[in-house]
């Protein structure tokens, strides 16, 4: 669950928005994690894209890094952290449609299981390729 003190930034809204959260409590290196969702388009119905993307940086550091090298441990505390940013935003904005950009060496379906494991996903019906999965809401 996150805390409101550690939340360092948040301007999110139908029109997308970031949000900043410290993450210096999970380990003494780490500072800041920024989630981020951009409209990248529009539906021929008239429903916005979202894309998503985080970023993570150390103490003292603005520019972004790689957490890869960090032990399993440390790596599933930031993304418990993650996944309740993500579960804000769909609760808080209610997107409709949501695409997320798998960057290898993560197979999809393995990213996907996680999403499904950490986020509320039953209005949504999910469309996935080689390197993306996408989030549709269901009409009501």
């Known amino acids: 669950m996150l805390e409101a003190a550690r939340t360092r930034f948040c301007d999110w809204s139908k029109a997308g928005g970031s949000l900043e959260y410290d993450i210096s409590y999970l380990h003494p290196d780490w500072d800041i994690v920024i989630q981020a969702y951009e409209v990248r388009s529009v539906t021929h119905d008239g429903k916005l894209v979202y894309a998503s993307d985080f970023t993570l940086y150390l103490a003292g550091s603005a520019v972004p890094v790689d957490f890869s090298q960090y032990p399993k441990a440390d790596k599933q505390r930031l993304w418990s952290v993650i996944f309740d940013i993500k579960r804000k935003f769909f609760v808080e904005v209610q997107p409709d449609v949501v695409e997320h950009f798998i960057k290898a060496p993560y197979q999809v379906e393995t990213r996907l299981a996680l999403y ?13 390729t080689n390197t993306t999965f996408t989030f549709l809401r269901r009409g009501e």
Not at 116 to 127: A, F, K, T
Request: glycine residues 0%; without cysteine; hydrophobic residues 30%.
């Open 116 to 128: 499904r494991l950490h986020l509320d996903l039953q209005d949504y019906d999910v469309e996935q």
